[in-house]
């Protein structure tokens, strides 16, 4: 498992101003079914930390206020 170690190459990318990790949600965590994605204690938002998404979508769908962006590659489109 390959970790994501800048933005430009994780295909979840979640816009921190809009992430509200810091009041206790975690639902893009949660419906993750490969458990990619965690919430830094430090900065108190989410991030992807491995590189191995299905871009199945529901962390996308299911965030409450837009925050995370998933960047499906063209030849899966």
């Not at 101003?17 to 965590?29: F, R, Y």
């Not at 989410?46 to 499906?72: G, H, N, Q, R």
């Amino acid at each position: 498992m390959s970790i994501a170690t800048t933005l430009t190459q994780a295909p979840v990318v979640v816009d921190e101003s809009k992430c509200i990790a810091e009041k206790g949600c975690t639902v893009c965590v949660d419906v993750c079914p490969l458990d990619v994605l965690a919430i830094d204690m430090v900065k108190k938002k989410a991030f992807m930390k491995y590189d191995e998404c299905w871009y199945c979508l529901p962390c996308e769908t299911d965030c409450p206020t837009d925050a995370v962006t998933v960047s499906i590659p063209y030849l899966l489109r």
